[in-house]
């Protein structure tokens, strides 16, 4: 349910909802785009060594330009950065459309296709940057980036569908004439977003306050590097998989020019679910166990993908490994937009993606080498030890970075504090700490009366109160049987045992109480050995008499 809810959360963000849908729409419209170019490199020059030339010349300008953007995309409002380059490529997709339709030069078109790509290196850095000063709070970031990797995958698949429809009936131009309109809507989108002030952001080699970045990032060095490390595996092992994702169709499984982009389906697939997946387990407060898991399914569908001798098997591996990659991407990503600080995230997304891009490229060239060398069994077999490797390293590297921190007010914190509700999942206690109602009791109030129907338990905030209890003679005078205080829990017997309060709770002082429900208290503690700690250790129906007791002591 806390899934649902934050996911609720997110699409009630209008900001944050329009910004997905309108680069949604512009993804598809660059699959469009790049289905297209390549068509029509090919039809003019039927040579695929000029065909290469072109994807690789693509690449390029994110390998000299990213880190620029991103130092430019700290000096200025981001969202301004977004709609600039977005009206700006329009442009160059105009030109294109012309181009393409007059039958122009081919080098006039591989110049535009170059001015696009450098146009697009400013993407990356500017949304990892703006897209956190959307959310209205940190526990919305990752979702964020999980519903962002889920529609850009969707793009992925649909895209190239569209395109090939397109392209059958409305020609070439149409492509780039719709792949013009999308960043048109893009940039109505942008343009009602709010702006980022641009005085929160750095300049040159230092903070808006004067430090050097050095100090900026002080502290986080360790943590980066981790996020870095998985990151240059994983490209480097997607670059590889680019270009032997044509050998394994062809050579491997000998299932024809088809099996190729079977495969590549078979990557888009995965990478929708992997994104659904990350849109689960980024909620959870310790990001470690998501980042082994995507290790493992990488490496795995590697390992699958490379002993594979029929189609299917291979089908399979390739979602797998692209669930996982997918994985660490998200997760990634919400670990460096909440490490780095927003003065320079920007940068550090330019560095990133400059280091990503050139893994990318090198291991596009030396895994074909080497598994024509060892075997595209062994080559995958080491690729999937080394990003479990990378992984495990940057788990220790990230440390207690990985970790998210709780989100409750002050008053809520004492739930997670409760000795009688130890070894309880931290997720589950801090969802019981957001549901539950904070109650105000003043000095002299009675809390819990005996007698009454058990409905609730509580847990003391900050305070203290005095638990009495009058004899079964109904005695005028009652027997206190203890005081208590913050961080203590009591009405639970009550609920447990499904009886009446046995005794009456008073506040001594003024009190602050967290106020759980039957429905709330008996779902949290629904484990038989939570409920059997609770029925053993504290003997009074309602109220604790005597000292409170370790948990070590009443397990012996």
């Known amino acids: 349910m806390a899934v649902f809810s934050t996911y609720r959360s997110v699409l009630r963000n209008g900001a944050l909802t329009r910004l997905l849908a309108g680069e949604f729409i512009s993804s598809i419209g660059d699959w469009l785009y790049l289905v297209a170019l390549l068509v029509v490199v090919y039809q003019r020059e039927s040579d695929t060594v000029i065909l290469g030339i072109v994807g690789a010349g693509r690449v390029l300008p994110y390998v000299f330009l990213s880190v620029p953007a991103g130092i430019l995309v700290d000096r200025v409002d981001r969202r301004l950065v977004l709609l600039v380059t977005d009206i700006a490529r329009g442009v160059v997709m105009l030109g294109l459309a012309l181009l393409v339709f007059v039958e122009g030069p081919l080098w006039a078109i591989i110049v535009l296709t170059l001015l696009a790509a450098s146009l697009a290196t400013f993407f990356g850095p500017a949304i990892g940057a703006y897209l956190p000063s959307l959310v209205r709070d940190e526990s919305e970031i990752g979702p964020a980036n999980s519903a962002w990797a889920s529609l850009d995958n969707l793009g992925f698949i649909v895209g190239p569908a569209v395109a090939g429809l397109l392209i059958a009936v409305g020609g070439l131009t149409l492509a780039f004439l719709i792949n013009a309109v999308t960043f048109a809507i893009v940039a109505m989108v942008l343009w009602g977003l709010p702006a980022r002030p641009p005085s929160r952001a750095g300049a040159g080699d230092a903070a808006p306050d004067g430090r050097p970045l050095s100090r900026v990032l002080a502290g986080s060095w360790r943590a980066l590097s981790g996020i870095g490390l998985v990151n240059v595996v994983g490209q480097f092992i997607f670059g590889g998989l680019s270009v032997l994702t044509v050998v394994i169709a062809i050579d491997v499984l000998r299932a024809g020019d088809a099996a190729t982009g079977y495969l590549n389906a078979a990557i888009g697939v995965g990478g929708l679910i992997g994104a659904l997946l990350s849109g689960v387990l980024v909620l959870r407060r310790r990001l470690a166990p998501p980042l082994l898991l995507g290790a493992v399914l990488f490496g795995a569908g590697l ?227 939570v409920t059997d700690r609770l029925l053993t250790r504290f003997p009074a129906p309602d109220a604790h008499a005597g000292p409170r007791v370790a948990p070590r002591e009443v397990a012996a």
């Open 303 to 529: 390992v699958v993908v490379g002993l594979s001798g029929a189609l299917v098997p291979a089908l399979i591996g390739m979602a797998a490994l692209s669930i996982g990659d997918l994985l660490l991407n998200v997760v990634d990503t919400t670990l460096l937009q909440r490490i780095v600080s927003d003065e320079v995230r920007g940068r550090a997304f330019g560095v990133l993606h400059t280091v990503t891009v050139g893994a990318y490229a090198a291991g596009a060239f030396l895994l074909p080498v080497a598994s024509t060398v060892v075997g595209l069994p062994l080559v995958f077999g080491i690729a999937g030890g080394a990003i479990v490797l990378a992984v495990v390293a940057a788990v220790a590297l990230i440390g207690e970075a990985a970790v998210q921190p709780v989100k409750l007010d002050p008053e809520r914190l004492v739930l997670l504090d409760v000795a009688a509700f130890a070894g309880l999942a931290p997720g589950r206690l801090e969802a019981a700490a957001l549901g539950a109602t904070v109650r105000r009791a003043a000095a002299g109030e009675a809390i819990v009366e005996q007698g009454a129907p058990a409905e609730a338990a509580y847990v003391i905030a900050s305070g203290a109160v005095r638990v009495t209890q009058t004899n079964a003679a109904g005695d005028a005078a009652a027997t206190e049987l203890r005081t208590m205080g913050r961080g203590e829990l009591f009405g639970e017997i009550g609920l447990l045992a499904g009886s009446g309060r046995t005794a009456t709770v008073t506040a001594t002082e003024p009190t602050v109480l967290l106020e759980l429900d039957r429905t709330a208290f008996l779902d949290l503690v629904s484990s038989s050995a």
